[in-house]
Each structure stands twice: as structure tokens, then as C-alpha cells.
């Protein structure tokens, strides 16, 4: 089955520097990869998704980028503010698994003012 | 936040016993999942249901259980052969059991087994 390996587990910046957390996949046919922000006490609410025939989606502040030649996925946040404290994580999926998503481990991001 | 529910919010149970978790949404989503949460380990996958009726276990299945006889529900009951119980259970849903289509997460139920 696929594998899901997220880092780093941590991550502490300043605010206005920029974050990046990196997500390698085992399996070559995995062709969905979305991205889960989950504030503390609160549930995981996408924020970010890319598609296989894609290698690099941005929305405003954040943007990920997918090499599939190499099996992994980034998340990028510019401008980083103290609201973008959470935990994030990446997730894999194959159009045949019924929506299934593998998850990362997580990587708990701390932006300080 | 709306669409889909979970109860209780915090569940205590002695060794022993089973447990029922409920999950409910009103988003007419075909497919529902149960994950579990723990430190460290992202969200591991237990159930999933594509359609009422249907379901099939997930990555770590052993010693839960689920039904769905209604579209809307999808409860997931944690028995005393879970050897390890004590965890944050998450249970989410899409309009359809494809790729692409986004999970929509319940609040979640931590339960704390005594």
C-alpha cells in the first residue's frame, strides 16, 4: 500500500519568513495530494490540493509543488503570520482507492510574532 | 461549521466495555470514513463506506466495527478487542468515494479508555 513520510515534525519561524514542509510517496499511481491544516482543538480543513498532471498550484500565500519523477510534494508558506500556527498534513491519493487518503505524520508549524 | 457531527466530544470507558461513536452529516456525501488520530502519526484510516450498506476496513481495522444503514450515519464502535483504544477518532465524508473530491472532517471524539 502507499507510505506517507512528512518532514519536518516541527517547525518554528518568525513572522514574514517563509515555511516549507516536504512529503515523499511510494506509490508511482498516486494522483491527488492534498494538504490538511488542523488548528489546535479544531477538525483538518483543506487548504491546498494538486492534481498528478500538475507540478506547482499556489493560492494567494501558499503554493505546493509535486515532482513526480522523484515521488514527492511541498507545501510553501510566504509571508508566514502567527495564524498560520497549526498542524499540517499532506495526504496521497490513487483515483482507484475510493477516496482513500494516506496521511503524513504531521508537522507541527509555529509562527512567532 | 455545519454538514457533519460527531458525539459525544470526550468519551471515557473502563477496559472491557465497547464503545459507540456516532457521525452524522447532512451534505447527501456517499462516502464516509473513520480515522484515527494519534501523536505523531497523522491520521490512519479504519473504516470506510462508499455507499449505503457498504463498507470495507481500512489500514487498522482490528477490534472496531461500523455499520451504515442510513446515508447520513456512520457510526464506528471501538470493542474490547482494541488493544489500545485511547485516541482522537475522526470521522469525514465526500459527496462521492473518488479521487480529487475533498474530505470534509467531523469536530472529532477523544475517547480515554480508564
Known amino acids: 500500500g502507499e507510505n506517507v513520510e512528512q518532514h519536518p515534525s516541527t517547525l518554528s519561524v518568525q513572522e514574514g519568513d517563509s515555511a516549507v514542509i516536504k512529503c515523499t510517496y511510494s506509490?508511482?499511481?498516486?494522483?491527488?495530494f492534498p494538504w490538511y491544516k488542523q488548528e489546535l482543538g479544531k477538525r483538518p480543513q483543506l487548504i491546498i490540493d494538486?492534481?498528478?498532471?500538475?507540478g506547482e498550484k499556489k493560492d494567494q500565500r501558499i503554493a505546493v509543488t509535486l515532482n513526480k519523477t522523484a515521488k514527492h510534494f511541498s507545501l510553501h508558506i510566504t509571508e508566514t503570520q502567527p495564524e498560520d500556527s497549526a498542524v499540517y498534513f499532506c495526504?496521497?491519493?490513487?483515483?482507484?482507492?475510493?477516496?482513500?487518503?494516506?496521511f503524513g505524520q504531521g508537522t507541527i508549524l509555529t509562527v512567532h510574532p | 461549521d455545519g454538514g457533519i457531527t460527531q458525539s459525544p466530544k470526550y468519551l471515557f470507558r473502563k477496559e472491557g466495555q465497547n464503545v459507540t461513536l456516532s457521525c452524522e452529516q447532512n451534505l447527501n456525501h456517499d462516502a464516509m470514513y473513520w480515522y484515527r488520530q494519534d501523536p505523531g502519526q497523522g491520521l490512519r484510516l479504519i473504516y470506510y463506506s462508499q455507499i449505503v450498506n457498504d463498507f470495507q476496513k481500512g489500514d487498522i481495522a482490528e477490534g472496531y466495527s461500523v455499520s451504515r444503514e442510513k446515508k447520513e450515519s456512520f457510526p464506528l464502535t471501538v470493542t474490547s478487542a482494541q488493544k489500545n483504544p485511547t485516541a482522537f477518532y475522526l470521522c469525514a465524508s465526500t459527496l462521492k468515494p473518488v479521487s480529487y473530491n475533498e474530505q470534509f472532517f467531523g469536530p472529532g471524539t477523544r475517547l480515554t479508555v480508564l
Open positions: 495526504a496521497a491519493s490513487r483515483g482507484t482507492s475510493y477516496g482513500k487518503l494516506t
Open positions: 494538486i492534481r498528478s498532471n500538475v
Open positions: 506509490d508511482s499511481a498516486s494522483n491527488y
